[in-house]
């Protein structure tokens, strides 16, 4: 039995980060979720921050056990914004007077017995400082279990989501930057069956940023220069390393090359970029390349030898190719300002 409000509230997404210099409005959804087998009718309202332009209530009608419905309210920051971390909190108020702001999580795997709690219908919002390059369409490929495009849609990154067909046969010259999607490879075929049509784009000019593959996409050389996962352990004695990664999410990170328009441009970034990351600082690091490969990063766990494979940017004819291990995937639906700002410079290098 999971005891559960008449209406439950979430809130979708839980974390964005809104640049502080874009001043138009910002949807922020609330999705009700019906508990009750009787009509349930109100009015949903979003508490804002002082400051903050109020928004009107929205009305609902919750006829059967089970309905969901999303509303939207359209948001504006207020007309100083400043660097901050703010929560909206949704709140329904039914037609009795009553109040319900929170929604139902359940936790549930094979090997437990699920476990429901409530949650807050908050969106937090955290205001940042965040240059977005003057960029008018980017081709995404969707990878495993990735948020990322709806975080880049999000902070303003004009996005296209690219389907089999695209990659097959669609015009690739006219994005100014295409981004793989974490596993992608693994998960969608059509990128290595057009992986030459990908590499002819950025001879002709593009730029592809590569997140984080497994061992399919370097022992299959779809690279355009020698890349290599793993190798022998640096401690005497210890199995081989399938793959570098850095699983302590507060890391130090050392900038390799401080004058790398990556490091810049349009966002001069610094160590405090490399605060507030959530899980792990990234995975599947590349243990050799090319020296074609220009390594910008290095970084490791506590009494770890450093690795410099986790941002690794090539020149491939007149255009760019990026590799990086870092976890994009984790860090941008999380809402970590940092990662923003670095994925924007990933971004800037598009012509």
Request: hydrophobic share 40%; glycine share 10%.
């Amino acid at each position: 039995v999971t005891v559960v409000p008449r209406v439950g509230l979430t809130g979708d997404p839980a974390r964005e980060v809104w640049a502080l210099g874009r001043r138009a409005p910002r949807r922020v959804s609330i999705t009700l979720a019906h508990g009750a087998r009787d009509t349930t009718a109100g009015e949903v309202r979003l508490e804002l921050p002082p400051g903050w332009p109020p928004v009107p209530a929205r009305s609902f009608e919750l006829t059967r056990e089970g309905e969901r419905k999303t509303v939207t309210f359209e948001v504006r920051p207020p007309a100083t914004p400043v660097e901050s971390i703010v929560r909206l909190q949704a709140v329904v108020r039914d037609r009795a007077g009553r109040e319900y702001a929170d929604g139902v999580a359940t936790v549930d795997y094979p090997h437990i017995r699920p476990r429901s709690y409530p949650v807050p219908a908050v969106v937090t919002v955290r205001m940042a400082r965040l240059a977005l390059p003057a960029i008018a369409r980017v081709g995404y490929v969707r990878g495993a279990a990735d948020r990322v495009p709806e975080a880049l849609a999000d902070v303003g990154v004009p996005i296209t989501l690219l389907e089999a067909s695209a990659l097959e046969q669609g015009d690739l010259d006219r994005f100014d930057a295409i981004v793989i999607g974490p596993r992608a490879y693994e998960t969608e075929p059509a990128l290595a069956e057009n992986n030459q049509r990908l590499l002819a784009y950025v001879r002709g000019g593009g730029l592809l940023i590569v997140q984080y593959q497994q061992a399919f996409f370097f022992d299959g050389g779809y690279a355009p220069y020698l890349m290599a996962l793993g190798g022998p352990s640096a401690t005497p004695g210890a199995p081989p390393v399938v793959h570098d990664r850095v699983t302590d999410e507060t890391g130090p990170v050392r900038i390799l090359a401080p004058a790398d328009p990556v490091l810049l441009l349009p966002n001069r970034l610094s160590d405090e970029d490399w605060q507030g990351w959530v899980q792990e600082r990234g995975l599947y690091f590349a243990r050799s390349w090319h020296p074609s490969f220009r390594p910008l990063l290095e970084m490791h766990d506590p009494g770890e030898p450093p690795l410099e494979g986790a941002l690794l940017v090539a020149r491939l004819g007149r255009g760019s190719y990026v590799y990086t291990g870092l976890s994009f995937f984790r860090q941008l639906p999380a809402g970590v300002p940092g990662a923003f700002r670095l994925f924007a410079n990933l971004l800037a290098l598009g012509r």
